[in-house]
């Protein structure tokens, strides 16, 4: 793996009852684009994406974030660092509005500590302010300020997804994870998903993919992993590894 990298996943292994799902995998995520983890259902994308933010422990194998290794620390704490994820089923607040949804994610709250809370007035109204600003920005970023007071629990799946990644980047991410951002929504929501994602990347963030659907993959990705029975089979720019024979046997049906 390179000086440059943001995140390295060095010899994976996890085992689940003696089935080997990973088996000694190793991807590197380059700082300020787009990495993406395809494979078939059952290749273990899903827990090696769980192993990098620290839901699920390795057996082997370790990770370096940043040059520091994190293997043993638990996801929230990944999280302060930085390593944010989105999840495939969206977990919104239902009956809180879009908004508030946003404004929970807000890393460091004056606020919720003791004794700040009695003697900090000012900079938690500053702070509260500051957060406000954040959230709207954000909103209008992903085109959900027309509905910034709905409860989201009314919200549309497509928005819902939207309002997950608005929370993911609250949070103030310098390695962004979604889990199949584009699953369960409609083509044009879709798209506007895939664009905020380059936007995202061209403003320097890092982003780690794990998607299904691979015409909207290839076109967003810069670097492409391909997970098949636990192991890593290729990876590549896009066009290498659709041109990959092995690819295309073991993946794309050819």
């Given at each position: 793996?390179?000086?440059?990298?943001?995140?390295?996943?060095?010899?994976?292994?996890?085992?689940?009852?003696?089935?080997?799902?990973?088996?000694?995998?190793?991807?590197?995520?380059?700082?300020?684009?787009?990495?993406?983890l395809i494979g078939p259902n059952g290749a273990?994308?899903?827990?090696?994406?769980?192993?990098?933010?620290?839901?699920?422990?390795?057996?082997?194998?370790?990770?370096?974030?940043?040059?520091?290794?994190?293997?043993?620390?638990?996801?929230?704490?990944?999280?302060?660092?930085?390593?944010?994820?989105?999840?495939?089923?969206?977990?919104?607040?239902?009956?809180?509005?879009?908004?508030?949804?946003?404004?929970?994610?807000?890393?460091?709250?004056?606020?919720?500590?003791?004794?700040?809370?009695?003697?900090?007035?000012?900079?938690?109204?500053?702070?509260?302010?500051?957060?406000?600003?954040?959230?709207?920005?954000?909103?209008?970023?992903?085109?959900?300020?027309?509905?910034?007071?709905?409860?989201?629990?009314?919200?549309?799946?497509?928005?819902?997804?939207?309002?997950?990644?608005?929370?993911?980047?609250?949070?103030?991410?310098?390695?962004?994870?979604?889990?199949?951002?584009?699953?369960?929504?409609?083509?044009?929501?879709?798209?506007?998903?895939?664009?905020?994602?380059?936007?995202?990347?061209?403003?320097?963030?890092?982003?780690?993919?794990?998607?299904?659907?691979?015409?909207?993959?290839?076109?967003?990705?810069?670097?492409?992993?391909?997970?098949?029975?636990?192991?890593?089979?290729?990876?590549?720019?896009?066009?290498?590894?659709?041109?990959?024979?092995?690819?295309?046997?073991?993946?794309?049906?050819?």
């Amino acid at each position: 793996m390179s000086a440059g990298s943001l995140l390295t996943a060095e010899s994976i292994e996890k085992s689940y009852v003696g089935s080997r799902v990973l088996k000694g995998v190793s991807i590197e995520l380059r700082p300020g684009r787009i990495t993406a983890l395809i494979g078939p259902n059952g290749a273990g994308k899903t827990t090696l994406f769980d192993v990098i933010t620290g839901f699920v422990r390795a057996d082997a194998g370790r990770i370096v974030y940043q040059g520091r290794e994190i293997t043993s620390l638990a996801a929230y704490r990944r999280a302060r660092l930085g390593i944010v994820k989105t999840f495939q089923i969206p977990h919104e607040f239902g009956e809180l509005t879009v908004e508030e949804n946003i404004l929970v994610a807000a890393a460091g709250q004056v606020g919720e500590r003791f004794p700040s809370a009695l003697w900090a007035m000012g900079a938690i109204r500053r702070q509260e302010a500051a957060n406000r600003e954040r959230a709207g920005e954000l909103m209008e970023f992903l085109g959900l300020h027309a509905n910034r007071a709905m409860r989201s629990e009314m919200l549309p799946a497509g928005d819902k997804k939207l309002l997950e990644l608005a929370r993911a980047l609250m949070a103030d991410p310098t390695l962004l994870m979604l889990d199949e951002p584009l699953a369960g929504v409609p083509a044009g929501v879709g798209s506007r998903i895939m664009e905020h994602l380059t936007q995202l990347r061209d403003r320097g963030m890092t982003l780690l993919v794990v998607e299904h659907n691979l015409e909207a993959v290839m076109r967003i990705a810069d670097w492409v992993y391909v997970l098949v029975d636990g192991e890593l089979l290729a990876a590549g720019s896009p066009a290498q590894v659709q041109a990959d024979e092995r690819v295309q046997r073991a993946y794309l049906g050819a």
